[in-house]
């Protein structure tokens, strides 16, 4: 079973010199603290203004990047844009070629046929890539 127990509370006697020890003791950890957080705030406040142009430029650094990469991709999407065009062109050359070869006239008909209509629909579509880099 337990048992309760009793506390006394402590005081303290106090003095004219001990009141005045503590008052002195309040206001100078007052003063202190004050001191203190007028120091920090003004570090954060000259932090701030030294490392707000930093940022700026930093961010203006990373569009003109940013930027210049856009431009490069652009450009090398263009360039393969091109590539598969010229490959596209060179295999309906090349099936004209064999179905000529072939000395069928109605293979070779169509074969004509269809590289004209594939050709139209790759101008149109690397057209409307190269409208879309711009």
């Not at 003095?15 to 001191?35: E, F, I, K, R």
């Not at 430029?57 to 490069?72: M, V, Y």
């Not at 099936?95 to 139209?120: F, I, P, Q, R, Y």
């Amino acid at each position: 079973m337990a048992t309760a127990t009793k506390t006394t509370p402590v005081t303290v006697p106090t003095t004219p010199a001990t009141d005045a020890a503590v008052a002195q003791a309040t206001d100078t950890l007052v003063a202190a603290w004050t001191q203190g957080a007028e120091f920090a705030g003004e570090f954060f406040t000259k932090t701030a203004h030294a490392l707000t142009p930093v940022v700026q430029d930093s961010s203006a650094k990373a569009k003109e990047l940013t930027d210049g990469f856009a431009a490069e991709a652009k450009k090398v999407v263009g360039l393969s844009v091109d590539g598969y065009q010229q490959a596209v062109q060179q295999q309906l050359d090349w099936a004209v070629e064999l179905a000529e070869s072939a000395n069928v006239a109605w293979v070779t008909e169509l074969t004509k046929k269809n590289a004209a209509v594939v050709t139209e629909v790759v101008e149109v579509t690397t057209g409307a890539a190269h409208d879309l880099l711009k």
